[in-house]
């Protein structure tokens, strides 16, 4: 497949840069490759005053794509999927082998970084930024399944997975190196394990390491997320956001 056809389909959806395979998301990596060989094709094209490669410019939208933009900065880069009834508030950024899927709310100061997969009726609150995951070919981008509620100011990076229903607080960062204690089930996630089904994410803190007497003797402490319940009644009353503004 060369690069065009794979910008092509992914933009109409058709192939996707990370598939759900036997329980688990996977990349593919033939799909990422391509992306990578668009930007070596590309040359530097100027349009509208902004600069990017010629294989890669912002795509066009109109009103047959059911697709609600907001004027004020968005840009939406080619090769990334926009399904109909998502709304994409300004300024935000959707990067190249994104999948966005339907009914779906972006709002302002939105990132959503290369080949991030992001389900059905999620709210991405203002600045949540998903990173993208583009290199190594093989590496699984961010994912955040239906019914997600991520909350402003979240960080989500390094290929972690946000099962269905789970709601992520505001300001909580989710990467490979900050530890998850699940309360409810007192357990610690393990390292990349996804953030389970209906959970719901706070920031929280923990001592460092004790081994480290200057450390606790400072009291110093690290960043960490906490699982404080699993979404029930009064969750969702106060979730209950935007149905007016749809
Ligand atoms: C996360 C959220 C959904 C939880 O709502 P809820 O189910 O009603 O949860 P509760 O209020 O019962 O809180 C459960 C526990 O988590 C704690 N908690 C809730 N949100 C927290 C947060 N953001 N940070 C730290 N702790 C939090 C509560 O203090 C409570 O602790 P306790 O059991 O020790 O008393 C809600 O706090 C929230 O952040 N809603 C989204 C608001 C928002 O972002 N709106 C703007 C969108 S643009």
């Known amino acids: 497949m ?31 490759q391509s992306i990578l060989e668009a930007f070596k094709a590309g040359v530097l094209k ?26 004020g900065g968005t840009s939406v880069r080619r090769g990334s999927y926009i399904a109909k009834g998502v709304i994409i508030m300004p300024p935000s950024y959707i990067n190249v082998g994104v999948y966005i899927d339907e009914g779906t709310m972006v709002d302002s100061h939105v990132l959503v970084g290369s080949c991030a997969q992001i389900g059905k009726r999620v709210h991405l609150s203002t600045a949540v930024q998903i990173g993208g995951v583009l290199e190594p070919v093989g590496a699984s981008p961010v994912v955040i399944e239906d019914d997600c509620f991520i909350g402003a100011g979240a960080v989500i990076v390094e ?6 229903k789970a709601v992520i607080a505001p300001g909580v960062i989710l990467s490979k190196g900050i530890p998850v204690y699940d309360l409810v089930n007192q357990r610690m996630l393990e390292k990349g394990e996804p953030i389970p089904s209906g959970a719901i994410v706070v920031p929280g803190n923990r001592p460092v390491n004790v081994q480290n007497k200057w450390g606790t003797d400072l009291g110093l402490t690290m960043q ?3 699982i ?14 935007e149905d007016f503004l749809r």
């Open 2 to 32: 060369n690069f065009n056809e794979a910008l092509q389909n992914l933009e109409n959806g058709s192939l996707r840069s990370a598939s759900f395979i036997d329980g688990q998301w996977k990349a593919n990596a033939n799909v990422k």
């Open 46 to 71: 100027e349009e509208n005053g902004f600069v990017d490669k010629d294989t890669l410019m912002p795509q066009k939208f109109n009103v047959d794509r059911g697709v609600r933009i907001v004027p």
């Open 159 to 164: 290929g972690i997975v946000v099962k269905s």
């Open 224 to 226: 960490c997320a906490i």
């Open 228 to 241: 404080v319940k699993y979404r029930d009644e009064k969750s969702e009353t106060s979730l209950i956001l």
